[in-house]
């Protein structure tokens, strides 16, 4: 069983992606190709699971897109993405916001998490 984690982890892409964690709004820039062209493609949304570890960890990101819901599930070692920005940090309580599905309106609404910045110390 070692030797198939081994191997997984030679065969992956090493990309620095920044830490987000569940609750998140990411832009996640992928590549499209479409005969011989490729384009870059960007989807917005609340990474609403992260699971998975090593060469088969994946993030899933959902979005509204005229009033209906989209999923996307994102593995970490595509080649695929090109870049992943973090639009905003959700605060939640839980790492599977599966809640999200079925919310509508303001209850849909992921509170952003605030941070506290500690001036240095004087000398």
Known sequence: ????????EQLAKKIDFPKFRAGDAVAVNYRIIEG??????????????????????????RKISSGIGVERIFPFTSPAIADIEILKRGRVRRSRLYYLRGAIGA??????RKFLRVAPAAK
């Open 1 to 8: 069983m070692d030797a198939i984690l081994y191997v997984q």
């Open 36 to 61: 011989n062209k490729e384009r870059i493609q960007v989807f917005k949304g609340n990474v609403i699971q992260i699971k998975g570890t090593g060469a088969t960890k994946t993030f899933t990101v």
């Open 107 to 112: 209850k849909a609404r992921i509170k952003e």
